[in-house]
């Protein structure tokens, strides 16, 4: 399969290609949107035009943020999330000014291997997913929190492990519980380490090793192919 292929895999939620992701056209802006420069700071509960506006413009870089609906919501402050870590500013998941500034920038992160696969940059928090050595898309993801924890009656360190990993095993029926709680639809790279979906994907390293995304996101990931089995996994 082409990279060209895989990434016309990468379907929106609104039924346009992903090749606007990675590197064809973009969305059309929403009709109705304002094109001044005094932008609203928008947060949690924030609806309308500007949402929108914002929606489309995050997705055109490659930020995934669900269905285009004008809602910001769980899913869109992952996004928000994802822009303000990859320009390096203020994880505050609110577009304020400097967010806007950001989402103009069109910025979109360089992965650092050519070719298909998944990325996890630990530092920036972020997971990429990356066909023809060009990043199609772009989430907020929580790893490993380096935190001493109790596992089955023995010490553990909360470490999301470095290398380069296949995707080896999968589970996409729902809710797989453990002696750590619950992972969603896990794809699982090294031991019992995966990427799955969580209620609980906060800006910072916070979970026991795996790599989380939102529940929305692993949806999305799986139907259009940007997990599969034997997919390349690299973690720096």
Not at 39 to 51: D, F, Y
Not at 129 to 143: D, E, K, P, Q, Y
Not at 209 to 225: H, K, M, N, P
Request: charged share 10%; proline share 5%.
């Amino acid at each position: 399969m082409t990279a060209i292929d895989r990434r016309t895999l990468l379907a929106t939620t609104v039924g346009t290609s992903a090749l606007a992701i990675a590197g064809g056209a973009a969305i059309a802006a929403p009709a109705g949107a304002a094109t001044t420069t005094t932008r609203p700071v928008l947060k949690m509960g924030s609806s309308g035009n500007w949402v929108l506006a914002a929606q489309h413009a995050m997705w055109n870089t490659g930020y995934w943020c669900g269905a285009m609906d004008g809602q910001f919501g769980f899913v869109v402050q992952q996004a928000v999330w994802a822009v303000q870590k990859a320009n390096g500013i203020s994880r505050t998941g609110i577009i304020d000014a400097a967010t806007w500034t950001a989402i103009d920038g069109k910025y979109r992160p360089t992965p650092r291997y050519s070719g298909n696969h998944i990325e996890i940059d630990k530092t920036r928090q972020l997971l990429l997913v990356a066909r023809g050595g060009r990043s199609a898309i772009t989430l907020n993801t929580s790893t490993g929190s380096g935190r001493t924890f109790n596992y089955m009656g023995h010490p553990a360190i909360a470490r999301t492990p470095s290398g380069n990993f296949k995707i080896y095993r999968k589970t996409t029926t729902g809710w797989v519980y453990g002696p750590l709680g619950g992972l969603y639809k896990p794809f699982y790279f090294v031991g019992g380490i995966a990427v799955h979906g969580s209620p609980s994907i906060p800006p910072y390293p916070d979970s026991h090793g795996c790599c989380r995304v939102s529940t929305a996101a692993q949806d999305y990931l799986i139907s259009g192919g940007g997990l599969q089995m034997s997919e390349q996994v690299y973690v720096y």
